[in-house]
């Protein structure tokens, strides 16, 4: 073969080494760029992924945190309204105090109290001996003729002959009176203190609608 042949040949091989060589360059930079665009596209899913997390959970911490104020808001003003209720309380207790002390308290008059409070007492129980335990004022002031008087509302209320005494060891509540059987050791707390601890949980929510009107 000439000279000129065998160059022939080696320019061929050459031209075709250089065609197959940018052939690959060219894909390796294709896929280079690929590999660079997903990437991107990965790192812009990821980012959006993390600022969607981030806002989340700012959602979240926002709503708990709001919650937790509102819990608070709500504690205090259950609170405050507790303590208003309880203050109504105390003042109605004060009412009471000043009732049984001065015999009257605008149109209350004591004694009818005394002697429902009694009646009352009296009706529950169904002995015929019953003991009647007042305040240290009340009983020096109960004298026999109210005794008496006493014992004919309790006839006339319960529907039968009662006999009725005075304890020998007065009590320490404001008012009232504690009617006990003596036959079977059983009594009925009708002090002005105990009964308005009755009424205190079953009428609290209509006080709570006075004084804070029915959003409570």
């Known amino acids: 073969m000439s000279d000129k042949g065998v160059e022939n040949i080696i320019a061929h091989i050459e031209t075709k080494a250089e065609n197959e060589i940018s052939e690959l360059l060219s894909k390796a930079r294709e896929e280079a760029e690929n590999i660079r665009n997903l990437a991107n596209q990965e ?15 700012a959602s979240l911490e926002g709503q708990r945190i709001l919650a ?29 105090r000043k009732l049984a002390e001065n015999g009257k308290q605008d149109k209350f008059v ?41 014992r004919n509302l309790v006839k006339e209320r319960a529907g039968r002959d009662v006999h009725l ?15 006990r059987d003596t036959e079977k050791a059983v009594e009925v707390d009708n002090s002005l203190e105990t009964r308005l601890n009755r009424l205190r949980e079953s009428i609290r929510v209509d006080v709570a609608k006075i004084l804070f009107g029915e959003n409570i």
């Open 68 to 96: 937790e104020i509102k819990i608070q808001v709500r504690r205090k003003m259950m609170d405050s309204q507790e303590k208003a209720i309880s203050k109504s309380f105390d003042e109605a207790k004060d009412v009471l």
């Open 43 to 57: 790192a812009e899913v990821e980012s959006e992924k993390a600022l969607s997390n981030a806002k989340r959970s």
């Open 165 to 179: 005494s005075l304890s020998k060891e007065p009590t320490t509540f404001l008012g009232g009176v504690v009617v």
């Open 110 to 150: 004591y004694k009818d109290i005394l002697f429902d409070l009694i009646a009352s007492g009296s009706e529950i129980l169904d002995g015929d001996n019953l003991e009647l335990a007042l305040n240290k004022d009340d009983s020096k002031t109960f004298t026999n003729a109210m005794l008496e008087e006493a």
